[in-house]
């Protein structure tokens, strides 16, 4: 999933998850292809871009 619409968040958000937050929040229901709660994490093609 690629943003194609600008994220708008409030001044000052900050986003630090931990590990922990990371793999019960996010990675296990990408896998499970499940919704996720917001979008602020950007999935990036890194084979698109030169090194």
Known sequence: MVLN???VLPP???FHPTD???VVHYL???VA???LPV???AEVD???FNP
């Open 12 to 14: 000052g958000f900050h």
């Open 20 to 22: 922990e937050e990371l």
């Open 5 to 7: 619409r600008p994220l």
């Open 46 to 48: 890194l084979y698109k």
């Open 39 to 41: 979008d602020i994490i």
């Open 33 to 35: 292809a499940a919704p």
């Open 28 to 30: 296990m229901k990408k």
